[in-house]
């Protein structure tokens, strides 16, 4: 909203794992207008329950939602970026085959060329290179900094 003085019709792409953080985007992308696009590896998509009343706010409130396993497409003309962590505390023992299961899945600047041409970066930190490469991370693009000042203000 900061950056683009508005969120109403805004598309944002979740590329990643379906945790905890996607589901807070999902319970109140619609809500607040905006378009959510998300892509999960098969076996890590979000919550079934979640999705649902996800489904039920995009009716209610105007918007769209794709689920996908394709990052592209999820990628295709959104404004803003974003992914989490694929391996949050207590998952320590499935790195291995998280790893696995997230190949092609970080975002790069190929990511970001099927984005929209404003297009933004979003990662609620700490960040792993797999998940985001340097050259988007470190781009003019990234709003990580900005992101992590905003939520000092929230603890």
């Known amino acids: 909203q900061e950056h683009y003085g508005g969120l109403k019709g805004l598309s944002m792409a979740w590329i990643g794992d379906g945790n905890n953080v996607l589901h ?8 607040l207008g905006m378009h ?4 999960t590896p098969r076996g890590f998509e979000p919550d079934l329950r979640i999705t649902k009343i996800t489904e039920q706010n995009s009716k ?3 918007t769209k939602l794709l689920l996908t396993t394709d990052p592209l497409e999820a990628a295709d003309s959104a404004n803003v970026l974003v992914t989490d962590t694929w391996i949050s505390m207590g998952q320590e023992e499935e ?5 696995k299961a997230f190949q092609g899945y970080q975002i790069t600047m190929q990511t970001a060329k099927a984005a929209a041409s ?3 970066f979003l990662h609620c930190l700490p ?7 340097d050259e988007v991370f470190y781009s003019p693009q990234s709003l990580v900094f900005q992101e992590a000042e905003n939520r000092k203000w929230t603890i």
């Open 24 to 31: 807070s985007f999902m319970m109140s992308a619609a809500k």
């Open 36 to 39: 959510l696009r998300i892509a």
């Open 60 to 62: 209610e409130y105007g």
């Open 95 to 99: 790195k291995k085959e998280r790893l």
């Open 118 to 120: 404003n297009w933004t």
């Open 127 to 133: 960040r792993k290179p797999e998940e985001v490469d």
